[in-house]
């Protein structure tokens, strides 16, 4: 059973729209949900992150949303900019990182001219 | 400027040989992470290193063994290898699990 599920699989936007990514999750011990993002053939590289005293957290364009009650939270990318097409992990850790993270499956986002 | 490494790049071996695949690190970090990536599985956890000498299984750690004697250093060993360990496998370092750039593992 997948822990942690993200959708769409896909998605595909022009430069200046918003994308939004969703994630929701089974555990709730998960106390740490980072969002890393993966360009082809490169290794992934944490892009934000939130724990669940917050709601939401902001940096530049990227915002996450957070619904503890509901186990969701969702990716914004605001202004999204071709240089934003990559694949978007959601993953999600308990214990303060002492279990690794556990992450979806990804949403593949596509950001055309 | 914070790295982690990965040896080596690429890997060819045939089914039954032994692995070695290397993780180095400069921040030093006491937590480490192996994970490998396969595509329609995303990536899954296979090991943890809290510290040297302190290694706890992850989600998929069957088929590999680990070796921490140095802080800087993470080794993952697969012991006569098989088909279905072709993947893509990361190390990660610290708390906010800084990637290596990963190694390409074909079995054949």
């Known amino acids: 059973q997948q822990q942690v599920r993200q959708s769409p699989q896909s998605l595909t936007v022009w430069e200046g729209e918003t994308a939004i990514l969703n994630c929701s999750y089974e555990d709730s011990t998960f106390d740490y949900f980072p969002w890393y993002w993966q360009f082809p053939r490169e290794s992934p590289a944490l892009l934000i992150a939130i724990r669940p005293v917050s709601n939401k957290k902001e940096d530049g364009r990227f915002t996450i949303f957070f619904n503890k009650r509901e186990k969701k939270l969702s990716l914004h990318i605001t202004d999204s900019q071709p240089g934003d097409s990559a694949t978007y992990f959601c993953?999600?850790?308990?214990?303060?990182?002492?279990?690794?993270?556990?992450f979806g499956l990804g949403t593949r986002v596509s950001v055309f001219p | 400027d914070m790295k982690v490494t990965q040896m080596p790049r690429y890997l060819i071996k045939r089914m039954g040989e032994n692995v070695l695949l290397e993780c180095g690190q400069d921040?030093?970090?006491?937590?480490m992470y192996w994970y490998r990536q396969d595509p329609g599985l995303g990536l899954q956890l296979i090991y943890i290193?809290?510290?040297?000498?302190?290694?706890s299984e992850g989600d998929i750690p069957k088929g590999y063994r680990v070796s921490r004697k140095k802080r800087e250093h993470f080794s993952l060993i697969l012991d006569s290898a098989k088909t279905n360990q072709t993947s893509v496998y990361f190390c990660?370092?610290?708390?906010?699990?800084?990637f290596g750039p990963g190694t390409r593992l074909t079995v054949l």
């Open positions: 990660a370092s610290g708390s906010k699990q800084f």
């Open positions: 993953a999600a850790s308990a214990d303060n990182y002492a279990q690794g993270l556990t």
């Open positions: 921040m030093s970090h006491e937590t």
């Open positions: 290193s809290y510290d040297v000498d302190s290694n």
